[in-house]
């Protein structure tokens, strides 16, 4: 049996994305959806051009104006994301018949026994990206053989994963980690 391998695709900017297709006009200038987060106003998801003028998810609306002035902001529409990221989940079926949704805007395909057919994990990875690109989409992935480990490459990973690592070199270094981890930790009470 062949390890499982699992691939994690993140859609990072989801909510402004989906305006912009929308809205074209939209891409040229800092734009961010706002969401309700208890009684103040944050940015949900940023555009590029948002991101490149300091602006962060989850900042407060007054400050986000304060450092950029020509932010252009919409409400984020959380039932229309949902209803376009499952679109999306149906579009990932051609990679494999095993494919979920992590909301609010990531996918998760289990690509055991089927990146053979894209030509590989690197081919399949590429044309996924390709695709996302031709939607005007942003999308981060990362490939490995749990969920948890192709979810952390996906979000936090400087540089696309390479897919040719497996759990196999994992597991190995684990005890060593392990025993040199335990060699360094001095208990004291109190």
Known sequence: MPNRRILSLWFPRLGAERLIRAQPHLAEVPFATVAQEGSAQVLGSLSLAASQAGLRPGQPLRD???????????????????????????????FSPWVAVEPPDALVIDL??????????????????????????????GIADTLGAAWALARFSQQQAAPARTGDAIDQEAPATRARAGKRRHWTRG
């Open 64 to 94: 986000a104006h304060a450092m950029c002035a020509g932010l252009l902001t919409r409400p984020a529409q959380p039932i229309q994301e949902k209803d376009f990221l499952g679109a999306l989940h149906r579009w990932a079926g051609k």
């Open 112 to 141: 055991t026994g089927c990146a053979h057919l894209f030509g590989g994990e690197e081919q399949l990875a590429q044309q996924a990206t390709q695709d996302c690109a031709d939607l005007g989409l942003t999308v981060h992935f």
